[in-house]
């Protein structure tokens, strides 16, 4: 079945350090694939997402590149702001399935 | 902006009370899931519902029920509520062909 693989956390950082979130995924056929962020006592929301191989997302300084060849999607920041700190979830969509497999969540904690 | 809304946020009960917990989206989604999240933040899909009169069981064998007897409104019923319960519960949606999904900020619950 579909599956995603994120890094572990917490990922600790300080102020406008560079970010990588590994995310790397199992499914058949082309998924589409996800970013969403949850921020201290809220619910997730779309970070950003790519729908085809090569395509990047990208929003609020976050970039992510579809990989077919290795399989992954991988997030990253130039400059990490104390505001960032959240949990990150990779997900994707594969084969017309309006339900996602999601990561397990990687929390990112900034400091000043 | 999404709209999809979530009571009540916190609650803490008793074991044994039925309790419901009230999801609803102005968007006009006609998909709607509950997820419930545990502490190490990974998501489980417990119910989702793909039109009105419509529901099925997700990944994660629950205890509760739902009901889609409006499209707006998806609520979430525990009959017999137990400490094994205590959680988060998200509740999203997404509209048509669309694989994003939109998230409540959850309710989090606590039997005692």
């Known amino acids: 079945g579909d599956s995603v693989t994120q890094m572990e956390g917490p990922v600790t950082l300080s102020e406008e350090a560079f970010l990588t979130i590994n995310c790397t995924y199992t499914?058949?056929?082309?998924?589409?694939l996800f970013w969403y962020v949850q921020y201290p006592g809220e619910g997730l929301q779309l970070l950003l997402k790519?729908?085809?191989?090569?395509d990047k997302g990208s929003n609020k300084g976050f970039e992510a590149t579809y990989r077919k060849e290795t399989t992954s999607f991988h997030l990253e920041k130039g400059s990490v702001q104390v505001s960032d700190s959240a949990v990150y979830f990779c997900?994707?969509?594969?084969?017309?399935?309006?339900?996602?497999?999601f990561g397990r969540g990687t929390s990112l904690i900034v400091h000043p | 902006e999404a709209d999809i809304y979530q009571t009540p946020r916190y609650l803490v009960i008793g074991t044994g009370k039925k309790i419901t917990l009230e999801c609803s989206q102005t968007?006009?989604?006609?998909?709607m899931y509950w997820y419930q999240q545990d502490p190490g933040m990974e998501l489980h899909l417990i119910h989702y519902?793909?039109?009105?009169?419509?529901?099925e069981k997700g990944d994660l064998s629950s205890e509760s029920t739902v009901s889609r007897i409006r499209t707006e409104h998806f609520p979430l019923t525990l009959e017999s509520a137990r400490p094994s319960h205590t959680s988060q519960y998200l509740c999203?949606?997404?509209?048509?062909?669309?694989?994003?999904?939109?998230f409540g900020p959850g309710t989090r619950l606590l039997v005692l």
């Open positions: 519902s793909y039109g009105v009169n419509s529901t």
């Open positions: 997900a994707l969509s594969a084969g017309g399935s309006y339900i996602p497999t």
């Open positions: 790519a729908t085809k191989a090569d």
């Open positions: 968007m006009g989604h006609d998909k």
């Open positions: 999203a949606s997404s509209w048509g062909g669309q694989e994003t999904q939109y």
């Open positions: 499914a058949t056929g082309y998924p589409s």
